[in-house]
């Protein structure tokens, strides 16, 4: 008989925790995971599912527009806010009757409650029961940041934005990451008038620089405002109901909605880590090492609550290669070079490997093709709207060590492009295949 309750006890049922748990369980462990709010987490519940859904919702908006040069006569349609979101809603109810019956088949026990660490082999549930395991893993993922400022509990986070009541006429949107970019598409299209605010002058840092430029001049011209260099001062809300967001230079933005979309920070408060001496850096992140153990033996931690990529195919190969390293007397790591990643914008954006700006500090000497070209259904739809595809080579070993692109299906096409990329193969090799035409895809290896 074991000394604990469980051999594993996982806090935070998400795409991590949920994966390690049904993975540890599958190897023999006896499992329990705890949730207070939701299974499924950020993505399932109030993230990349349900947003994906509305940036489908929102495209509709384009497409009928352009279904009349293709000879469809459609008449006039309106937007109707919230049958999208109560359809997108249910589905997520659908996609955690999922999870659930995940953990249920692979008998992993899910409790219903908040749980804090008590020690390296214990924690409390919100019911004030007390439960021992042998391993403890942390998967609570990441928080939205709300900014400290007077009025900042007026504005929305993106946990919010999928329960409006209505679609809001005016919206800000604070930040310039992939959320404020993604949410700006697809409330733009649902007809906002959406004023993008940004404390520098960058966009999605971290991105190809050519690619983002791309975004914001076509996005400038769909109607989407920006401001940049842009200090948040107060929020106002006025006696109708709508806010007015002041800056410490300039005028007064007014709006009906404002969503702050200013970054992501591990949900660690409140944990009890100090109770087993588990570090974390400034930001609140958990320390790990290459096989997510923390600084407390006993203790693991993965995903976005970790120091590493905040993304959901990152976390569950990270909870999958824990439960295989503890459980499975396999052990693994996760390799995070050359991790392909998307921004669902309007069009949307995908890169994977080394930027332009990336390889030449690392490499030198670098050579870049490039594409820049109307995709066949702009054209017959009238549509000015422009693709750019981008390869890094390195000019040494003529090995692509980077590609970008912006246009539509861009991340669809870049999953498949990026296992190229991961494999280290070269120009010549991309030249050598051949085209699938007609196709937006070809143009990856017609690069000139």
């Known amino acids: 008989m074991s000394d604990y309750d469980f051999?594993?006890?996982?806090?935070?049922?998400?795409?991590?925790?949920?994966?390690?748990?049904r993975v540890a369980s599958a190897h023999g462990a006896?499992?329990?995971?705890?949730?207070?709010y939701r299974v499924g987490g950020t993505c399932v519940i109030r993230g990349c599912v349900p947003k994906k859904l509305l940036v489908y919702g929102a495209h509709f908006a384009e497409d009928l527009k352009d279904a009349r040069r293709f000879g469809w006569n459609v008449p006039d349609c309106a937007f109707k806010w919230p049958v999208l979101r109560d359809n997108v809603l249910a589905d997520v109810d659908r996609l955690e009757g999922l999870y659930k019956n995940t953990l249920d088949s692979h008998h992993v026990e899910l409790i219903p409650e908040r749980a804090t660490i008590t020690g390296p082999h214990s924690v409390k549930l919100a019911s004030g029961r007390e439960v021992t395991a042998k391993y403890i893993l942390i998967?609570?993922?990441?928080?939205?940041?709300?900014?400290e400022i007077e009025g900042a509990e007026h504005g929305l986070t993106s946990n919010d934005m999928f329960y409006l009541e209505e679609c809001p006429k005016r919206l800000v949107i604070v930040g310039g990451g992939y959320i404020a970019n993604e949410f700006a598409g697809i409330f733009n299209q649902f007809g906002s008038q959406v004023t993008l605010v940004n404390r520098s002058s960058?966009?999605?840092r971290g991105y190809?620089?050519?690619?983002?430029?791309?975004?914001?001049q076509i996005s400038t011209t769909k109607g989407i405002q920006f401001r940049f260099n842009a200090q948040l001062e107060k929020i106002e809300k006025k006696g109708d109901g709508t806010l007015s967001v002041h800056f410490k230079e300039g005028d007064p933005v007014p709006c009906d909605a404002?969503?702050?979309?200013?970054?992501?920070?591990?949900?660690?408060?409140?944990?009890?880590?100090e109770a087993a001496s588990v570090a974390v850096d400034d930001k609140g992140a958990i320390k790990v090492d290459e096989y997510n153990r923390t600084s407390c033996e006993s203790i693991y931690a993965v995903g976005d609550v970790t120091d590493r990529l905040q993304l959901t195919p990152v976390a569950i190969?990270?909870?999958?290669?824990?439960?295989?390293?503890?459980?499975?007397?396999?052990?693994?790591?996760v390799d995070y070079g050359c991790v392909p990643s998307a921004v669902f914008s309007d069009p949307p954006l995908a890169g994977v490997g080394l930027t332009e700006a990336q390889a030449k500090n690392k490499l030198g000497t670098v050579k870049i093709y490039t594409s820049d070209f109307r995709p066949m259904k702009n054209v017959l739809a009238g549509r000015e709207e422009r693709a750019l595809y981008k390869m890094v080579v390195d000019a040494t070993t003529n090995r692509v060590v980077g590609l970008h692109m912006?246009?539509?299906?861009?991340?669809e096409i870049l999953q498949a492009a990026a296992i190229a990329v991961k494999a280290g193969l070269t120009k010549q090799q991309f030249d050598d295949t051949v085209a699938l035409h007609p196709s937006m895809a070809e143009e990856l290896v017609l690069l000139k």
């Open 7 to 21: 051999d594993l006890f996982v806090i935070g049922a998400g795409s991590g925790g949920v994966r390690a748990s």
């Open 139 to 147: 998967a609570t993922g990441a928080w939205p940041v709300v900014p």
């Open 317 to 333: 190969r990270e909870g999958h290669a824990f439960a295989d390293t503890v459980f499975g007397d396999n052990p693994r790591t």
């Open 258 to 273: 404002l969503l702050f979309a200013v970054g992501r920070r591990p949900h660690t408060d409140g944990l009890g880590l």
């Open 30 to 36: 006896k499992v329990a995971v705890a949730e207070e």
């Open 208 to 216: 190809d620089e050519s690619v983002r430029d791309r975004l914001m």
């Open 202 to 204: 960058t966009l999605l």
């Open 406 to 411: 912006i246009g539509p299906d861009a991340p």
